[in-house]
């Protein structure tokens, strides 16, 4: 087997980690990255640990019908790394990648081209793989995130793998924090363009009054032009969603484990707290969405109310999971709790 290493980086895992830290979310578009200094990071990790020259990295994510964007145009042109694409599914979740990346390292294994593998990933359904690998006789070392306050040291990683994995070493945290940049913050004059958008009236913090000028209406048979209001009017293939009643203002809505149903109970403990993070998160992607969005995805995203698309649900949902775990996440009532919270600070925003 060739003395030398080989690198497997699961790139939603490794930009979600680094894009939560740097912003706050794993909304892409909140933050950037410096990919040359992240890549160069990674093989200064590896060649640190084993002392073995690298063979290539393997970058593995996910894309629209498998289609280089220019971000991973720009990653395919470091020299040194082999970017391999996954699909992104109707409701956004990826396919292929996990299958990729683990054909990948047991196929350089039973080559024997490399003789450490390090793998930059925390998903259990590589834990096959590796020990597939390893009988193979090749060491699989796990790059991680270093979480001083999780009980591995290391953040998002599922137990199931870190107990296959021969070792696990980390990303220094300067790494972290140079390669990734938060990108987007709150602009006012973006706020007056999208309010504009939304034809809802917008919170002004400048105390001078704004005169209006008179609109004058459209032309007598001329076609009316779609708005927001006017595609929310268009019927629709779906169980109208009733609101749910408000609860006593000491209330909050809380899972009930003794329950089929949810309910409301009193404001203290552990769920109230899960209920306020959900809340926090819900309106902090509300407000990164806002700022790096287009006028064209506003009123996509309008005109579809209540629904939310894929990719943003995720988000939400994986930013939820970064702060109370994926478990609490998966109840109902903390789902509901962010969608709410999303659209509550979209109507402030616009």
């Not at 990933?121 to 390893?134: C, M, N, P």
């Not at 329950?259 to 899960?274: D, L």
Request: one cysteine or more; glycine letters at 6%.
């Amino acid at each position: 087997m060739m003395s030398q290493s080989a690198i497997f980086v699961d790139a939603s895992f490794l930009l979600a980690i680094g894009g939560h830290r740097a912003a706050g979310t794993t909304l892409r578009a909140a933050y950037t990255v410096n990919y040359e200094a992240l890549v160069e990071g990674i093989l200064k990790t590896a060649k640190e640990s084993s002392g073995l020259e690298n063979l290539r990295i393997y970058w593995y994510d996910a894309a629209k019908d498998a289609i280089f964007t220019d971000q991973h145009k720009r990653i395919g042109l470091i020299p040194g790394v082999k970017v391999r694409l996954g699909r992104i599914s109707f409701n956004g979740e990826q396919k292929g990648v996990d299958l990729k990346l683990g054909l990948d390292l047991v196929g350089i294994a039973r080559n024997r081209a490399a003789s450490v593998a390090f793998l930059v990933s925390g998903d259990d359904d590589l834990a096959e793989a590796v020990e597939e690998a390893q009988d193979l006789g090749m060491k699989v070392v796990l790059i991680g995130v270093e979480k001083a306050d999780h009980r591995l040291g290391v953040a998002s990683v599922a137990e199931h793998l870190a107990l296959r994995v021969d070792s696990i070493i980390t990303l220094p945290e300067d790494l972290i924090k140079s390669a990734f940049v938060k990108a987007v913050t709150w602009d006012p004059e973006h706020a007056i363009q999208t309010a504009t958008i939304a034809h809802a009236p917008m919170a002004v913090t400048d105390p001078t009054p704004v005169i209006e000028e008179p609109v004058s209406g459209p032309k007598p048979g001329a076609p009316r032009v779609p708005t927001p209001a006017l595609l929310n009017q268009r019927p629709r293939f779906q169980t109208p969603i009733q609101p749910a009643p408000p609860a006593p203002a000491d209330y909050q809505l809380v899972y009930r484990s003794t329950q089929q149903t949810s309910g409301f109970a009193g404001a203290s403990g552990s769920e109230s707290g899960t209920m306020d993070v959900a809340a926090e998160v819900g309106s902090s992607v509300a407000k990164n969405w806002h700022a790096s969005t287009t006028q064209a995805e506003l009123k996509d995203l309008l005109a579809d109310r209540p629904l939310l698309p894929p990719e943003i649900d995720r988000v939400l949902l994986k930013d939820c999971a970064q702060r109370i775990g994926e478990w609490k996440t998966d109840l109902q009532d903390v789902r509901r709790a962010l969608r709410i919270a999303f659209w509550e600070e979209l109507d402030q925003l616009t």
